[in-house]
């Protein structure tokens, strides 16, 4: 059942990258296509996780590989609060390629199957990993924010002649969402860091690089809302978005060794 979920999410996925891609060159159908192709994607995904909940007796997702599928599964649902309106559609152009990478990486991982049982309790692999994917998937739509923004100032600034063909918010309006979800995020991040931390205290068990790379993550993000608050803003604040991103990324990839997926 899982494969007959993971391949349609997976190819849905792809299309819609392809599609946004030729929203990018020539608005049409091709966008709105994309935008479908994403939703039935994340029903797909989301009748995948459904059905690894139910074949686990405990957190289906305390692997590395299957924190990364739930993951995706987060920024693909973030993106959808805002990626089915018509002026948001090249933020999927952003979103959408990553997101199909990163589950197939997912799959190559074994994350698309049974994982291993940990022999962490499901109160703290919820409280910890679920806070902080939903953290880092928040992080990443708001890069993705920030990607637009940059590019959509350098078209303003080249006057380019396609410009009143594609829609897309004002800057004002990607820069305030993108400092909005970082506002929404960094408690998330704080949060599930915090549940962590009390728990490597708890049970003597060594920081390990995983746990510096996410504190050094969450510094990036606080500095990127301290910054803010001393007036930076536009593209300032979106190359700082964009370096959290990349911290991000190593976290989510870098270090694919966790200290929480270990099996009894």
Known sequence: MAELLFWPALLLYGEAAVGYLGEARRP???????TWCVRLGWVAQTALLGV???????????????????????????YLIWGCRRSYRLLGLAVMPLAASLLLVARAGGGTGIGAKSHYSNLFLVLHVGLVLAAFAGFTLAAALSALYLWQERRLKQRATTILRRPAPSLTTLDRLAARTVIASLPALTLGLAV?????????DRVDALVVATIVTWTVW?????LRAAGWSGRRA???ALAGFVLVIVVRLGLPATHFAWTT
Do not use: C, I
């Open 28 to 34: 049409g159908p091709l966008g709105q296509a994309a």
């Open 52 to 78: 690894q909940a139910a074949r686990e007796d405990g957190f289906p997702w305390a692997t590395w590989a299957g924190s990364l599928n739930l993951f995706v599964w987060l920024v693909v649902g973030a």
């Open 196 to 204: 962590g931390v009390a728990r490597l205290v708890d049970r003597g």
């Open 222 to 226: 606080a500095a990127y809302l301290v």
């Open 238 to 240: 979106a190359y700082v």
